[in-house]
């Protein structure tokens, strides 16, 4: 067994991770990160999601960083693809004009930026990047993490650390190192949440979704083998769906009333007249356009034959069974099927489309579907990793609820204000149906401050969480999972992993010490970490 010896190990190549080694190694620390897959990014690459964020994100309520990459995602268009002069000229450029996000793009290209921003400190010796690598095992002393063992096929390498971050997908550290957390809904009790359940419901967690990449070419015939589940999801209807869940009508995830989607591949019209604005409008009534991520109208005319949009719609979401291992409820098996499951299911509604799905000609399917594994370099088309919404948490010396960003409650011109406010975030409490049964909750919030308190575990003492678990709960996880937020808390991680080595002072202190914090709120300023929000309005 191999053995490495670094100041700050981050565990998870995740926007978080990434975000997190970029911090730390930007103040002069030694980082090894890792990556369960090929691909650091998560969110954004290995899970092919197109960035989910809010309505200001072009002037306000990211790191500067995090404007950094989405900036480097629109030079490489402009310098690599033939945009037609005026998409190329437009500051706000959305290479997808996708309905969802002011910035869709293939995952391909965000994966090149994020290598691109590692690049130097790479080269430098700083940051020490394991692909393919998962936590197997840790080694504790008391409240302490003293290593963490990797796996990697028939490799294993323990890796020692002063800081271990949590940044998977998962929170996997967490009950390996013996990190106190919390997994599902809380009962109402616990916190008076007006949306938790009266009962807590470790196993009630949002679904995952495989993802994955099509385009479409008339005349030509792409449909896949019929996957060994067909049969089951085109049959399956859930008691709160208004019909099969093979079917473009769903509900409404903000009012639950049954709602037809459209579905027309390459539709005409200029992609640059397409407004993608989450506080105006979900833009998820017409598929095609929803999450596309490459339109081909941008372009010099005969450059694409074909837009690529990127499917993670209400007819692939699955919730049969929890993706992660729970003790009393879940198994390494349960949790190997449901990925199974789930995969068939987004093979299944791919083939529905080739096949069934009705037409607006009155005819059914349409073949000239391509699954496109070339943007997700993998064998079965499907992305790399599950899009996972809901991670297991830590027992935080701070938990945010519903009472912290919930419009309902606080009105929509309402605001927290955090004394140890170390970022911004803002998005719609927006929970997809769980393994619990649950329908949609997707209700207004207003714009947040994140607590450094979010981010302390109650008794480990150097484990800090670098993505989506920290310290919610099961309802206020919808509204911190998307991709700035996640940006944001694993780069206030790295800075302060940082400044607790460079002081050589514990993280808790930072919190509970004025004049550390001011000193560490100072970091956080220069490093461009926005902390309050202007005057703006819930949604």
């Not at 190694?25 to 890792?34: P, W």
């Not at 419901?201 to 030509?220: K, M, R, W």
């Not at 095609?288 to 372009?299: D, E, G, K, S, T």
């Not at 789930?342 to 069934?356: C, F, G, I, N, R």
Request: charged share 25%; glycine share 8%.
């Amino acid at each position: 067994m191999r053995e490495l010896d670094t100041e700050i190990l981050v565990v998870g190549g995740g926007l978080g991770g990434v975000a997190a080694a970029l911090a730390a190694a930007s103040h002069g620390r030694r980082v090894v990160l890792t990556e369960e897959t090929g691909w650091l990014g998560g969110q954004l690459t290995a899970q092919a999601v197109p960035p989910d964020e809010n309505p200001w994100i072009e002037r306000f309520g990211s790191t500067r960083t995090y404007r950094d990459l989405r900036a480097g995602i629109r030079d490489h268009y402009r310098r690599h693809y033939p945009l037609r002069a005026e998409a190329a000229k437009r500051p706000e450029l959305n290479p997808g004009a996708g309905r969802v996000s002011k910035l869709c793009h293939e995952p391909r290209v965000a994966l090149a930026v994020i290598e691109a921003m590692l690049a130097p400190h790479v080269s430098a010796g700083r940051i020490h990047v394991l692909r393919n690598h998962r936590p197997v095992d840790a080694h504790t002393t008391h409240d302490r993490v003293d290593a963490v063992v990797l796996e990697s096929g028939q490799d294993k390498v323990t890796v020692k650390a002063q800081y271990v971050l949590d940044a998977t997908e998962n929170g996997d550290l967490l009950p390996l190192t013996g990190t106190e957390h919390v997994t599902g809904a809380e009962a109402r009790s616990t916190h008076d949440e007006p949306h938790a359940p009266e009962e807590a419901a470790p196993a009630n967690l949002q679904g995952i979704t495989y993802c994955f990449a099509v385009s479409h070419h008339d005349g030509e015939n792409h449909v896949i083998d019929k996957p060994e589940m067909y049969g089951f999801w085109r049959d399956y209807q859930p008691d709160f769906w208004p019909g099969p869940l093979l079917g473009f009508v769903a509900p409404d995830p903000r009012t639950l009333e049954p709602v037809k989607r459209t579905f027309v591949p390459n539709p005409p019209g200029d992609p640059l007249a397409v407004s993608a604005d989450q506080s105006a409008d979900a833009g998820d009534k017409e598929l095609w356009a929803f999450r596309r991520i490459l339109a081909r109208n941008l372009h010099t005319d005969g450059a694409f034959d074909s837009d690529i949009t990127l499917v993670n719609w209400p007819l692939n979401d699955y919730w049969l069974k929890p993706a992660l291992t729970i003790p009393g409820h879940t198994t390494e098996a349960d949790v190997e099927a449901a990925h199974h499951e789930a995969k068939q299911l987004s093979l299944s509604v791919l083939y529905w489309l080739q096949t069934e799905a009705p037409r607006a000609d009155g005819g059914t399917g349409f073949p000239g579907l391509r699954l496109r594994p070339d943007v997700t370099d993998t064998k079965d088309g499907l992305a790399k990793s599950a899009y996972v919404r809901e991670a297991r948490r830590i027992k935080a010396v701070t938990t945010v609820t519903e009472h912290d960003v919930s419009a309902e409650i606080l009105g929509v011109d309402g605001r927290v204000r955090r004394e140890d406010a170390v970022g911004v975030g803002s998005y719609r409490i927006d929970l997809h149906p769980s393994t619990g049964g649950d329908n949609y909750i997707d209700v207004a919030s207003v714009p947040y401050e994140i607590p450094l308190g979010a981010l302390l575990p109650v008794r480990t003492k150097n484990l800090l969480p670098a993505s989506k678990n920290i310290g919610t709960t099961h309802i206020t996880n919808g509204c911190f999972r998307l991709h700035p937020v996640e940006w944001n808390i694993g780069e206030v991680a790295g800075l302060l992993a940082a400044f607790a080595i460079g002081e050589d002072v514990e993280p808790r202190d930072v919190q509970t010490d004025a004049r550390l914090f001011e000193d560490f709120a100072r970091m956080l300023d220069n490093a461009g970490v926005e902390r309050r929000w202007p005057e703006v309005r819930g949604y």
